[in-house]
């Protein structure tokens, strides 16, 4: 039975996302469970991802768009030996034929060419808008679907280990990069296949999995006890702005 919150319930609640469920399945979860309390996400997670999905309650839904504009941080798993028409696990393997495997040197070789502003395509499976349509639902009817490239901003990126065919990558980047498009351009630019196994976030901006609750241990009612309070969200965006300058700036 929903339980009735007080109207001024208000902050965030970090879910460390299952693989699975969509974002709004997670929004419409914590909103019955906090009584009907206005509730929305800060960035979508697919639904193969996993990690951090930060959500806002109450008045804080007002922030979203804020705390979206933040940057994000992923661990991904991409398999080098094949493709997939969305570049994740969900659709039908193409196998790719590949003589000699990218030795680890040309691997991070051309992982660095990702660093900075770079150019990329989003998915065909995703939500981007094409004369008025979501990209998702034209692809999956069989329609032509012709997304342009786009600017996104790649702070850091690196190796974490390689076994062929598996790669695991650590990427720190701003809104709008896509992971799944990252493992196409990757496989590219190796002349391999490319597209992930695995897709885990763990930052959006302040928030990291240290502060996400599992999902099977979420209480049946959710409380204003267990929000990031909105004075919180603030300090934690202060402490960030000052990391982010004090790592920006050059040495003396």
Not at 62 to 87: C, F, P, Q
Not at 169 to 175: F, M, S, T
Not at 189 to 194: D, F, N, Q
Request: glycine share 8%.
């Amino acid at each position: 039975m929903e339980q009735s919150q007080s109207p001024t319930m208000a902050g965030v609640l970090v879910i460390d996302k299952p693989r699975g469920p969509t974002s709004m399945s997670m929004v419409n979860l914590v909103r019955r469970r906090a009584g009907k309390v206005k509730t929305g996400h800060a960035g979508t997670l697919d639904p193969l991802a996993t990690g951090v999905l930060v959500l806002g309650l109450g008045k804080m839904t007002k922030r979203l768009g804020e705390l979206t504009l933040t940057n994000k941080r992923y661990t991904t798993v991409i398999d080098l030996s094949a493709t997939t028409a969305g570049h994740d696990d969900e659709s039908p393997r193409v196998e790719v034929e590949i003589a000699n495997p990218p030795s680890l040197s040309t691997l991070v070789e051309v992982l660095e060419t990702f660093r900075g502003n770079i150019m990329q395509r989003p998915p065909i499976f995703s939500a981007v808008k094409v004369d008025g349509h979501r990209a998702y639902a034209v692809a999956r009817k069989g329609g032509e679907v012709v997304i342009e490239p786009r600017r996104v901003e790649v702070f850091e990126i690196a190796l974490v280990e390689y076994e062929w065919p598996r790669v695991t990558i650590d990427i720190k980047c701003a809104k709008g990069f896509y992971v799944r498009s990252f493992a196409r351009d990757l496989g590219k630019k190796l002349e391999t296949g490319g597209y992930c196994r695995e897709i885990r976030r763990t930052e959006v901006g302040p928030f990291t999995l240290e502060h996400a609750h599992q999902l099977e241990k979420l209480p049946e009612v959710i409380t204003q006890d267990l929000l990031i309070q909105p004075s919180g969200v603030d300090q934690m965006l202060v402490a960030l702005d000052a990391n982010n300058i004090s790592s920006t700036s050059p040495s003396p």
